[in-house]
Nanobody
Framework: QVQLVESGGGLVQAGGSLRLSCAASGSIFSINAMGWHRQAPGKQRELVADITRGGSTNYAASVKGRFTISRDNAKNTVYLQMNSLKPEDTAVYYC???????????????WGQGTQVTVSS
């Protein structure tokens, strides 16, 4: 019922910047938290950052001060501005959104398809 479409990944040199976007669509009644996770080869998926509907944010220690998460509630979209990128930031980045959708409405928790971010040294 809820689809997430991510964009903005790519290849960048160390020290560069990228901005990821994730737009949610479907029979959405309300959205609670929106966030970004990442998974590097051979590693577990980890939380990068998340943001509540009210705008409270939470960041992994490894990205604090370099990444900024934001959201546009009117567009059901979450962004991740990534600055001062490092080779260790290389991973597939996944958007995650939860809230309520459908006619009842019911709780949902959806994941995007993932977008590759590669940082070269």
């Amino acid at each position: 019922q809820v689809q997430l479409v991510e964009s903005g990944g790519g290849l960048v040199q160390a020290g560069g910047s990228l901005r990821l976007s994730c737009a949610a669509s479907g029979s959405i009644f309300s959205i609670n938290a929106m966030g970004w996770h990442r998974q590097a080869p051979g590693k577990q998926r980890e939380l990068v950052a998340d943001i509540t509907r009210g705008g409270s944010t939470n960041y992994a220690a490894s990205v604090k001060g370099r990444f900024t998460i934001s959201r546009d509630n009117a567009k059901n979209t979450v962004y991740l501005q990534m600055n001062s990128l490092k080779p260790e930031d290389t991973a597939v980045y996944y958007c995650n959104v939860d809230g309520r959708a459908g006619q009842l409405p019911k709780y949902f928790n959806s994941w995007g398809q993932g977008t590759q971010v590669t940082v070269s040294s």
